[in-house]
């Protein structure tokens, strides 16, 4: 079992940046976060594999960078141009899927216990 822990959210206003951090308790060939509002289900944001390979959702591409440090086992999320909508739980997630379906897997089993990221227009 992978333990995630995640730091990193506050509030800040739009247009502002936050990374978000998400340590890993072992050695993982796919990581991920995903974000939730109250009352909806948890959607993926950016996932990344072990090449380094990544997908993101259409809402924050070009605004957010997920990147690994393998040698440390650390997953950031870089936010840019951040928008109220962007509010949320952000949780980070990984896994041992292999190359493209990582890119595209919502059925992670792990998860850290979310950072919170409010943004004010």
């Known amino acids: 079992q992978v333990q995630l822990a995640e730091s990193g959210g506050d509030s800040v206003q739009a247009g502002g940046s936050l990374r978000l951090s998400c340590t890993i308790s072992t050695n993982v060939l796919c990581a991920a976060w995903f974000r939730q509002i109250p009352g909806k289900e948890r959607e993926p944001v950016a996932r990344?594999?072990?090449?380094?390979?990544?997908s993101y959702d259409e809402s924050v591409k070009a605004r957010f960078i997920i990147s690994k440090d393998n040698a440390k086992n650390i997953l950031y999320l870089q936010m840019n141009n951040l928008k109220p909508e962007d509010t949320a739980m952000y949780f980070c997630t990984a896994s041992w899927y292999f190359d493209d379906y990582c890119l595209r897997a919502n059925d992670f089993a792990n998860w850290g216990q979310g950072t919170q990221v409010t943004v004010s227009s």
């Open positions: 990344i594999n072990t090449v380094g390979n990544t």
